[in-house]
């Protein structure tokens, strides 16, 4: 066995491990050259490295991770990302996994990480182990373990095509001060200051890698609070996703497989600390659902959430369960 550097500049291994990933994840979790390609490039300020394990000159496993030294605002610089791990079916329980995961763990140790995540980096291919894959065992072998907090979490799902209450026009505003609008070029400053002050964190960086990337507002609901004596004030946002020709980001992450076509996802959904409790999320909500069945979106997703009773209200069930685990590594 050899392991080569990952180059994601060169197609021949992006196609490797596009299919290295889908034989040892199956139809399921399948995914395609574009995700690969896309997850492979580092996100701003971050730093990332893989290996192939080649036999005979053959790939028959890979690993991706990832680290964030120098934006505590975004992550604990000292937890890094085991971004992606896949062993060809033929090749496992053969030793190349726990060679490329220990490969990787020196990787993020020498990039100053005490800790080591499966799943939900910056660009993730999951929010972590994919439950289905029934290979928790093997990381715990290893020293992983749950998080003490929110140590599974899920997508939610279901087909918007499927409600009796469906109706053509958007839901009515909360209340006479608020209003629910499209996003517009214009409201990209306002939306990274409500970000900044009420989700500094992974949601504030998202958005801003989002503008870099060139992404459109049209993606995003914001809802707007209005007061007699005071100009109009951001208060909360949703974003809604499809296929269309200005998306930045593949859909695959969502692996929507099963579900009815077109697919849609929705989220994040956040509100002020000064306006919860008052339903303004469920409005949101109602609005971004309301938007994707304009767009004749059937097959939906809310990824990467612990709040199913939010969401269950509204006809979402859990789709895809996620354990997040997590390593202590030394460092040299």
Avoid at 39 to 47: D, E, K, Y
Avoid at 149 to 174: G, Y
Avoid at 189 to 216: D, V
């Amino acid at each position: 066995m050899h392991l080569q550097p990952f180059d994601p500049r060169q197609p021949r291994q992006i196609e490797a491990v596009t299919a290295l990933w889908n034989q040892a994840c199956g139809a399921d979790l399948a995914i395609t050259e574009a995700l690969t390609r896309h997850n492979s490039q580092p996100a701003t300020g971050s730093v990332q490295a893989g290996r192939l394990a080649l036999v005979d000159d053959t790939p028959a496993g890979f690993i991706l991770a990832s680290a964030l030294p120098d934006d505590a605002a975004t992550s604990p610089p000292q937890v890094g990302w085991i971004d992606a791990l896949a062993i060809a079916p033929a090749w496992q329980r053969r030793g190349l996994g726990s060679a490329l995961l220990s490969w990787a763990e020196r990787w993020l140790a020498e990039q100053g990480c005490t800790a080591a995540r499966l799943g939900g980096g910056l660009r993730p291919f999951a929010p972590g182990l994919p439950a289905a894959l029934g290979s928790e065992a093997f990381f715990a072998a290893r020293g992983y373990r749950p998080r003490a907090s929110e140590s599974t979490v899920w997508d939610v799902a279901r087909d918007l095509a499927i409600d009796a209450s469906h109706s053509h026009r958007p839901p009515p505003d909360v209340d006479f001060d608020v209003r629910i609008a499209v996003g517009r070029p214009a409201d990209q400053g306002p939306l990274l200051a409500f970000l900044h002050a009420e989700f500094p964190g992974r949601w504030r960086f998202e958005f801003e890698e989002f503008c870099r990337m060139g992404g459109k507002m049209s993606e995003y609901l914001l809802l707007w609070r209005f007061n007699e004596r005071s100009p109009a004030r951001l208060a909360g946002f949703c974003r809604t996703r499809r296929r269309w020709r200005y998306a930045v980001e593949p859909l695959d992450r969502y692996f929507m497989s099963h579900l009815p076509t077109p697919w849609g996802q929705l989220g994040p959904i956040g509100v002020g600390a000064g306006n919860r409790g008052q339903r303004l999320g469920s409005a949101l909500l109602s609005f971004g659902l309301w938007r994707l069945r304009a767009y004749g979106v059937r097959g939906c997703v809310i990824d990467w959430t612990s709040a199913l009773d939010f969401y269950a209200p509204y006809g979402f069930k859990p789709w895809r369960e996620y354990r997040v685990l997590v390593k202590q590594i030394a460092q040299d």
